[in-house]
């Protein structure tokens, strides 16, 4: 995406927002046109590929704008952006697991989510690729460079031997790490926040 398109995108946003605040006190809504502003900023710095779809899908997980000046208007505005909610549903589950056992669906269905930015997404798909199934690929070939090593020196096995253990522990324990990062970077839409708040509230 240009600079000037999403530009575009975030002017025309905030510019619903100010007509819908137009009835509040001058000060009040600055304050929130501030606040959605810098957060926007923030959740674009981290977009490794920013495209239309995914500052689309930014401005969706904030709201219509009719439903902040709403939310604005009964005072129940002042947790909007909070830190995300973080809300174990099925897909997310899923999502999670097979990125572990079954990699290709687990990648497919990571970036078909919504709870993820584009950033998290790439990470989650590269840090290391391939899940537990590539991990293992992997270490299948150690034993051709045992078989090497043993041809050579004996410090030459040793640090053979500690270099494949080390490589060994970070390619078993690098997928869970990446999905407890995934699972701790979650984001729930919008519209599935505002339920989760109001059912806090009851």
């Known amino acids: ?9 975030v002017d025309a946003y905030l510019r619903r927002l100010q007509i819908e605040l137009a009835d509040l006190p ?11 502003r810098s957060h926007i900023a923030a959740e674009r710095s981290a977009m490794v590929d920013e495209t239309d779809a995914g500052l689309m899908n930014l401005l969706d ?3 219509d704008p009719a439903e ?15 830190p995300p909610f973080r ?5 997310e589950v899923l999502t999670l697991a097979l990125m572990l056992l079954a990699w ?3 990648a497919i269905l990571l970036w078909a989510s919504r709870a993820w930015t584009t950033r998290e997404k790439v990470l989650g798909s590269l840090l290391p690729p391939g899940g537990y199934p590539g991990a ?3 270490m299948s070939t150690f034993h051709w460079f045992v078989s090497m090593a043993e041809a050579g020196p004996k410090w030459g096995q040793i640090t053979v031997g500690a270099v494949l253990f080390t490589l060994s522990l970070l390619l078993l324990t690098a997928p869970i790490g990446m999905c407890v990062y995934l699972a701790t970077r979650m984001r ?14 009851s």
């Open 1 to 9: 995406m240009t600079a000037v398109r999403a530009s575009q995108l």
């Open 26 to 36: 001058a000060a009040k809504r600055h304050e929130i046109v501030d606040e959605i």
């Open 61 to 63: 997980r904030l709201g």
């Open 68 to 82: 902040i000046a709403a939310e604005a208007r009964s005072g129940k505005d002042g947790r909007r952006l909070s």
């Open 87 to 91: 809300h174990f549903g099925t897909l």
């Open 104 to 106: 290709p669906v687990g």
């Open 136 to 138: 293992l690929l992997v």
């Open 188 to 201: 729930v839409p919008s519209q599935q926040q505002g339920e989760i708040r109001g059912s806090s509230r």
